[in-house]
C-alpha cells in the first residue's frame, strides 16, 4: 500500500488531517487500531473555541454542530457560595465557544472521510515507524489479521499519548516535559437538563467541581476525586450529594438529578514532547502534548496542529519549499506552550491538593477575586479560554 501521507489514529487530530488534506488535493490513509464505534462513543471533550468553529466550517464538516451545537457567551466562576461571570464576547471582541462533543466532530468527520475521503482503516493497529530520516518512511501495521506496510512520503502520528510514532524519535533528540497531579476528575454523564445555561467551574475547600452538558438534556458533570481512585467506587447518590456540596451558593439556586449513565475516572497530566518532527515524521495532538482538561484546551490544540501541518504540506506541494515543514515544531510549540500555561494556571486555581496550606487556600481565592474585580485580569482568562490564534 502506498500514499503521500499515512495518518496513524483517526481521533479528531487525525480525522480532521485527513479533510484538510483532501480539501488540498493531498491523498491521505489513516490507520485506526480501534473500531469505528469505540470513536464515535469515547467520551471525551465537549468545548470548541471559537478558531476551531471557524475551522471545522471551512473544511465543510460545520453543518450539524451549527445545527446542534450550543453557542456559549461565558462561564461562571463559583468560590465562596459566590457567582461570577466571565462575558466572553464583552471581553475580547465577540469571541464565544460552542458546547458540541469530541464524539460528535469524529462522527461528522469520519462519515466525510467515508463518503469523500481516501481510506479510513478501522481494527488497523501501526506496530511502527520506521525510515522517518529517509526519503520513504514507512508503517507497519496489522490488519484482518494479518502484517502489511503502508509506504509514505509522510507519516504523522496522531496516535494519542499512548501511541506508537512517537518512540520513533530517537533518543538522543526526544526532550519531555512533565506534570502529573496528585488528583483526577471522575466525570459522569446524566439524563437531566443542565441546571444552568453555562458551563459552571467551581472552587470548593472539598475540591474543584465542573457543570458542563452535552445537550439540553444530557448534563456532563466532573468532581475532581484523589489520583488512582476507581469510578465504582462512587455510589451514584454520593456523587450527587457531593456535587451538590461543592456547587453551594447563598442564593437559591440548585442542582437537579437524574440517572447517571456513565462513570469514568481520567487522570491528569501536563506533558509535551519536543521537537514534534524528526525527518519526514510529524506528531500531531495528544501524541505530543498532553494538558490537564481544566482549560478545554487539548481537543483545539490538536486542531491547530493539524491546520499548521496542512498548510505546511499544501505549501510544499505548491512551491515545492519544505520551508513551512521545517518551522511546524517551533510554529504548534508556542501556541502549545501558551495552551500548557492557562491549563496549568486554571488546574492550580482551582483544585484543593492534599500538601496545601491555610495560606494556599487564601492564595486561591485572592486569585479568583482578583479576575472577578480587575478587568485585566478577567479579560486574560476569557481570551486565553476562548483561544488563541492559529499562528501564534
Ligand atoms: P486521541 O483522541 O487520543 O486519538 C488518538 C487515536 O489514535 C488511535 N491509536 C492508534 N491507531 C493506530 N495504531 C496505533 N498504534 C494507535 N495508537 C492509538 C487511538 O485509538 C485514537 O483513536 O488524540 P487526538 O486526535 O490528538 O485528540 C486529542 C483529544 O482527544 C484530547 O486532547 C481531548 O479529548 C482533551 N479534552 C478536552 N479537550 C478540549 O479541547 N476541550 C475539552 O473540553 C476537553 N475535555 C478532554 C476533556 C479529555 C478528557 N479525557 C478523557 C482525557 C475531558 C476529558 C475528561
Ligand atoms: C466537557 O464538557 O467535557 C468539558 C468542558 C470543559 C472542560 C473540560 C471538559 O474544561
Redesign the pocket.
Known sequence: MRTTVGI?????????LARLLHNAGIDSVV????DRS??EH????????QG?VDVLRAAGAGERMDREGLRHDGIELRFAKQRHRVDFPGLTGGRSVMVYA?TEV?KDLIALQLKEGGPLLFE????EVEGAESGRPRVR?RHEGREDVLECEYVVG????????RKAFPAGLSRVFERTYPYA?L?ILADVAPSHDELVYARHDRGFALL?MRSPSVSRL?LQVPAGTDAEAWRDEEIWDELERRFETDDDWRLERGPITQK?V??MRSYVHEPMRHGRLFL????AH??P?T?????????G?VVTLARALAHEKETGSPELLETYSTTCLRRIWQAERFSYDMTTLLHTSPEDTPFDARLQLARLGRIASFRAAETDLAEAYTGFPLDV
Not at 42 to 49: K, N, P, S, V
Not at 295 to 303: D, E, M, R, S
Request: glycine share 16%.
Open positions: 496513524i489514529g483517526a481521533g479528531p487530530a487525525g480525522l480532521l490507520l485506526e487500531s480501534r469505540y470513536v469515547r467520551q471525551r471533550a465537549g468545548i470548541l473555541e476551531t469530541q469524529c488497523a493497529e501501526a506496530l501495521f496522531c496516535d494519542g499519548f499512548w501511541g506508537v510514532a476528575w466525570g458542563s466532573y469514568s481520567t487522570p500531531a495532538g495528544d501524541a498532553i494538558v482538561p482549560g478545554a484546551k487539548g481537543l483545539n490544540l490538536a486542531v496542529d
